[in-house]
T-cell receptor, first 106, second 120 residues
Framework: DAKTTQPPSMDCAEGRAANLPCNHSTISGNEYVYWYRQIHSQGPQYIIHGLKNNETNEMASLIITEDRKSSTLILPHATLRDTAVYYCIVRRDMRFGAGTRLTVKP | GAVVSQHPSRVICKSGTSVKIECRSLDFQATTMFWYRQFPKQSLMLMATSNEGSKATYEQGVEKDKFLINHASLTLSTLTVTSAHPEDSSFYIC????????????????FGPGTRLTVL
C-alpha cells in the first residue's frame, strides 16, 4: 500500500491559487489518488480523485505527474472558507496521513 | 447525492455505559463502511472496516469486544462503544463506499459528519 507525504502547513492569500503538493512515490499502477479536506469538527469532504490524467471539477483541479509519484491539488481562487486540513490518499483502504493544514488569509 | 448521516451528532454518557452510533448512506448503497476515531489535533485513525453481512475487520490495537460493529444492510452500519470510559471520549466518523452503477464514482468514500462522544 502506498504512503503519502504532505507538508504540514501552508498559507495562501485570499483570491490567489492554493497549490497543495503530495508525494506518493510507492503508488501502484491501479491506485487512484484521492483528495479530501476536513474543516474543524466536521467529517472529511470529498474533493476530487484521479488515476493518470489531470482532473477538474467545480471545487478544484488535480494535476498528477506522468510517473504518478506526486500530485498537486489546486484551488484556483482560495477563499477564507477553504481553510481546512487537506488529505491526499492513495490507499484503497483509506488510511489517513497527517495532511496539510491550509490557512487562507485575507 | 452521496450523503452519509450519523446519529447522534453529540452524546454525553456516564462511565460504564454503552453508546450506539448509527451511520447511514442516504442515497446510495454501500457494501463497505469504515469507522474512524479522531482525537484533538490529530488525523483520523481507522478503527475497522465493515462489510455488509459479514464480520468487521478491526485494525491492530482496536478491541473488537469493546467496539462492536454491525453492518446489517447496505445502508446502515452501527458502532457500539461498550462499557465506555473517559479515554474513549473522541470524535467518531464513519464513511461509506458506493456499490457503484450509479452517478457516484465507485470506490470513492463519503464521510458522515461525525459523532462527538464525551464519557464522564
Amino acid at each position: 500500500d502506498a504512503k503519502t507525504t504532505q507538508p504540514p502547513s501552508m498559507d495562501c492569500a485570499e483570491g490567489r491559487a492554493a497549490n497543495l503538493p503530495c508525494n506518493h512515490s510507492t503508488i501502484s499502477g491501479n491506485e487512484y489518488v484521492y483528495w479530501y479536506r476536513q474543516i474543524h469538527s466536521q467529517g472529511p469532504q470529498y474533493i476530487i480523485h484521479g488515476l493518470k490524467n489531470n482532473e477538474t471539477n467545480e471545487m478544484a483541479s488535480l494535476i498528477i505527474t506522468e510517473d504518478r509519484k506526486s500530485s498537486t491539488l489546486i484551488l484556483p481562487h482560495a477563499t477564507l472558507r477553504d481553510t481546512a486540513v487537506y488529505y491526499c490518499i492513495v490507499r484503497r483502504d483509506m488510511r489517513f496521513g497527517a495532511g496539510t493544514r491550509l490557512t487562507v488569509k485575507p | 447525492g452521496a450523503v452519509v448521516s450519523q446519529h447522534p451528532s453529540r452524546v454525553i454518557c456516564k462511565s460504564g455505559t454503552s453508546v450506539k452510533i448509527e451511520c447511514r448512506s442516504l442515497d446510495f448503497q454501500a457494501t463497505t463502511m469504515f469507522w474512524y476515531r479522531q482525537f484533538p489535533k490529530q488525523s483520523l485513525m481507522l478503527m475497522a472496516t465493515s462489510n455488509e453481512g459479514s464480520k468487521a475487520t478491526y485494525e491492530q490495537g482496536v478491541e473488537k469486544d469493546k467496539f462492536l460493529i454491525n453492518h446489517a444492510s447496505l445502508t446502515l452500519s452501527t458502532l457500539t462503544v461498550t462499557s465506555a470510559h473517559p479515554e474513549d471520549s473522541s470524535f467518531y466518523i464513519c464513511s461509506a463506499r458506493d456499490l457503484g452503477g450509479g452517478a457516484i464514482s465507485i470506490d470513492t468514500q463519503y464521510f458522515g459528519p461525525g459523532t462527538r462522544l464525551t464519557v464522564l
